[in-house]
């Protein structure tokens, strides 16, 4: 019993540590049941999803793992070469034989390492297609989501979606799957290698392996939860930075810049603390692995150095010193796998909880969508392109639109019960101007969203040219709208791409169309013209310029029915004569809807919708609802009285 007290020591070490991690485990499962955590999902389905960007490159890492097996011949080899060159030396020298050996020995590492680099260089540039066709497929699926859901999602969270978490999977198809391959190779050709050599010894290495299964599964539980809060907390970080860069004018303006640094701090040191944990976590692990690694070798130079110097055998197998230097170096071939699994456990854990955010935003599902039927139909010639299976279900390309607009007793509400729209029935004649006015919150701008289907209402119909607008598909819908909203969007880039959008259009079409809104003249005056550089938002531009780009843009592109939502509002007298003056132009160009506050400028419409609280209350010309002495009247004549007051203060 004396003569087994070391190992049964180093047993009684393994056990305390196997005890106090089982408990850990069991506790923190107890209270994540207790908490009713959010079910996520599992390893294997992750796998499955991101298994499929890696479909298209069969042949690649067919490739990969030819490669593989004679990189890996090194690692099975040269214990056994090592072993016969101690042997050797040892017994009866011939430097002829160790040549030999040497010579083997070095011709399988130089073979190795040829094969390791060519590995390593076509998975780099798969796994660079992989991630940029995983980045293409957010992207798209982002751009498919609706008005209500992007709402919803801070915009620094799908920013971290697509940039943060695709690079935390990259590296999971450039390194860890091969590697994985790898080790379980070395690791099944190291366990067959011994059992040949030494059983009785392999057997003995094999008691660690329980261990080493388990500290892994535990480590799992604890790994997985750490990542997750890593990410949630960059998530808040990006988030955050993205809010407030963008809005950091405001924060100056009333003096915030400390209360903002606070909530910056605070948002940091939870990041710091998330991070701090998944050390703490990762630091326990690879100890663990490599106190078995070290146990297993204690256990191999007690065993094997006994059995040599006593020249006795184990389970009938003799000790000698080649195998015990053999043994030696398969005991780290056989942990080196796994320690290096350790080593990239993190990031392993890192990469499946970045794809689980991934697969969340994917997984929400449009809800604005074309509704499935038949195939397109061209509604300028009313022929089918193709079956389907009943007429209800045709999705309809418009070629060309009239611009005919219809709502009929159409109810709307962006939360349930909260009704915006309530009832509205109007119709809008091909051509006609018509303005939608009313306080705030009386829904014009809810219409307009409708219209052009950025929303799905709830009751009624909303026709174009006479088709429910859900009968025709949406790409084809919006490309006969252009809108003009109070706030600009200006992309960066140069005047010439915020007005083409990257579509196809000459010189000549660029420049008639800002002829056409007064756009030409600030224009012109700049030094490059139309390859003038925009910044973020347009702010090297003002309103009123920014407002007349809207239009050119909006021109150019030769919209069907043309929207303009607060277009007129904050612009200075100058530009407003400007934009007026464009506005009567454009009216020829199509049927136009307004949303305006200023009556003053909408008189001239051929139609005036006021609604109120959701439903319309008054409706006519600008002459006929002023006769009507309603609500319009009282609007109009506020408003007015406004104006002469302004004007008479600033001649003071």
Known sequence: MYEYLPILIVGA?????????????????????????????????????????????????????????????????????????????????????????????????????????????????????????????????IENLSHGQLSAIPVGKLVTRVTNDTNAISYMFTNILVTLIKNMVVVAGVLLAMLLLNYALTLMVLCFVPFVVLFTVIFRKFSRKVHRSVNDATTDVNTFLSENLSGMKITQIFNQEDRKMEEFLEKSETLRQAKKNRMFVFGIFRPMIYMLYISSVLCLFYLGGRGYIDNFSLFGQTMTSGVIVTFYMYISRFFNP???????????????????????????VPQITDEAGGESTDESSGESNGESGSGEDILMD???????????????????????????????????????????????????????????????????????????????????????????????????????????????????????????????????????????????????????????????????????????????????????????????????????????????????????????MEEGTHQSLLKLKGRYYQLYNLQYHREQLAKECGEK
């Open 13 to 141: 070490i393994i056990g305390a540590f196997t005890l106090v991690f089982t408990v850990a485990y069991l506790a923190e499962k107890n209270r994540k049941e207790k908490a009713e955590f959010d079910r996520h999902m599992e390893d294997r389905e992750i796998i499955r999803r991101l298994l499929v960007y890696a479909r298209p490159y069969r042949r690649a890492f067919g490739i990969v793992l030819v490669l593989l097996v004679f990189s890996i011949a090194y690692d099975l080899v040269s214990p056994l070469l090592i072993g016969q060159i101690e042997e050797t030396v040892k017994g009866e020298f011939q430097l002829s034989y160790l040549w030999t050996m040497v010579g083997l020995y070095a011709g399988i590492l130089v073979i190795s390492m040829i094969c390791t680099y060519g590995q390593s260089m076509i998975l780099q540039k798969t796994g660079q297609k992989i991630l940029s066709a995983l980045r293409e497929d957010i992207f798209v699926h």
């Open 338 to 364: 796994i320690q290096t699994l350790a080593e990239q456990f993190d990031t392993l854990q890192r990469s499946f909880a970045a794809a689980e955010k991934i697969f969340t935003i994917m997984d929400m």
């Open 398 to 616: 418009l070629e060309t639109m009239r611009g005919e607009i219809e709502f009929r007793d159409v109810w709307f509400c962006y939360n349930p019960g909260e009704w915006v729209l309530k009832g509205v029935s109007f119709h809008v004649k091909p051509g006609q101007t018509v303005a939608l006015v009313g306080a705030t919150g009386s829904g014009k701008s809810t219409i307009l969203s409708l219209i052009c289907r950025n929303y799905d209402i709830q009751k009624g119909q909303i026709l174009i040219d006479g088709i429910d607008i859900k009968k025709i598909r949406i790409a084809s819908l919006r490309r006969h709208f252009g809108q003009m909203l109070q706030d600009v969007f200006l992309f960066s880039g140069s005047i010439r791409s915020n007005l083409t959008l990257r579509d196809e259009f000459t010189d000549e079409e660029i420049w008639q169309a800002c002829r056409y809104v007064n756009a030409d003249s600030f224009i012109r005056r700049l030094k490059k013209g139309l390859d003038e550089e925009v910044m973020e938002r347009g702010n090297n531009f003002s309103a009123g310029q920014r407002q007349l780009l809207s239009f050119a843009r909006t021109v150019l592109h030769r919209p069907s029915v043309m929207i303009l939502d607060e277009a007129t509002a904050n612009i200075d007298t100058e530009t407003e004569l400007l934009i007026q003056d464009s506005l009567e132009k454009m009216r020829n160009i199509g049927t136009m809807l307004i949303v305006a506050h200023r009556l003053s400028t909408i008189q001239h419409a051929d139609h005036i919708i006021l609604l109120s609280h959701g439903e319309i």
